[in-house]
């Protein structure tokens, strides 16, 4: 079986999800539309969650990581093409714990947050250890600043907002990093 398989059934999978809950779809009814057997399912997949992690990982892979000075960009792009597939993103959303997706979505957001730290952190002071303080403070901000939009059915004034999140951020970075490089002279 090819990887053309399982993007096959992936995608029949998000075409579904337009119009369903994950918990509402059936692996029958998914083979169906795919037009192959429950074995050749079974073979790529243990279950339709597999799919669906099969799908977060090739998006999650697709959006890559961006140059320091794009991550704002990048974030920006990430909401809009969330947005613009919303329905299958709530039908997704809804049928998972919160931690779960927090954990996909902090994946995401990790090295665009790390890559954002470090290029602030240039010319001061710090440690390995303190960056990733901050990396990982600032990447909870973001995590929770995404579920909470997602919760909330995803209203285009948050992608709107980003602004402002990039302004705290950098605020919050140039602050910090100028007290820990003080910190680090004593």
């Not at 790529?44 to 000075?69: C, K, N, T």
């Not at 993103?89 to 990790?110: D, G, T």
């Not at 240039?122 to 579920?147: K, N």
Request: charged share 25%; aromatic share 8%; with cysteine.
């Amino acid at each position: 079986m090819s990887k053309s398989t399982k993007n096959q059934i992936m995608t029949a999978l998000a075409e579904l999800l337009q119009a369903k809950r994950l918990d509402d779809i059936t692996v029958t009814e998914l083979v169906e539309k795919c037009g192959i057997s429950r074995q050749a399912f079974y073979y790529h997949f243990s279950d339709l969650y597999g799919v669906v992690d099969y799908g977060i990982q090739i998006l999650l892979d697709e959006l890559g990581a961006a140059r320091p000075e794009e991550w704002r960009t990048a974030m920006e792009r990430t909401l809009t093409l969330l947005r613009e597939h919303r329905t299958l993103v709530l039908n997704v959303y809804r049928a998972y714990e919160r931690s779960y997706v927090e954990s996909h979505v902090r994946r995401w957001a990790a090295p665009l947050v790390e890559a954002r730290t470090r290029l602030a952190a240039r010319g001061y002071g710090v440690t390995e250890d303190q960056i990733g303080f901050m990396t990982d403070l600032l990447t909870q901000g973001l995590a929770s600043i995404v579920l909470s939009w997602v919760e909330q059915g995803m209203p285009s004034s948050v992608i709107e907002r980003m602004d402002d999140f990039d302004i705290l951020v950098g605020g919050c970075l140039d602050y910090t990093l100028e007290r820990l490089a003080q910190k680090n002279k004593k």
